[in-house]
């Protein structure tokens, strides 16, 4: 079984898509949703996940900085953000994927 860690800042927008992720793909197992850096840095080292959905801009660590931290863990990165401009940032730091806000539930499905 597949699992990620869901991290955003804005509760609604996580719930969102851990809904359009159960939808999509029903196998894979939300073990954790953060709402800050912090916390997500914590949840990826205490679940070890396939996957984390990490929103870019987030209070304590920024996406970017949680994945730096976790670059030698198996953990794949996909950024859910609202902001276009950090997608080059995010590539380098060997992201699955990017994508912007609100998700739209085709373009998500592209990216598992």
Request: no cysteine.
């Amino acid at each position: 079984m597949n699992t990620a860690v869901i991290a955003d800042d804005e509760p609604h927008l996580a719930e969102a898509l851990r809904r359009q992720l159960a939808a999509l793909w029903p196998e894979l197992a939300v073990v954790a949703v953060a709402r800050n850096g912090l916390e997500a840095a914590k949840a990826i080292e205490t679940h070890a996940p396939d996957l984390a959905f990490l929103d870019i801009q987030m209070p304590g660590l920024t996406g970017l900085e949680v994945a730096q931290g976790i670059e030698n863990s198996a953990t794949r990165v996909v950024f859910v953000t609202a902001f276009d401009e950090y997608a080059v940032q995010a590539f380098e730091q060997s992201a699955l994927d990017y994508l912007l806000k609100p998700v739209k539930a085709e373009r998500l499905a592209r990216t598992i």
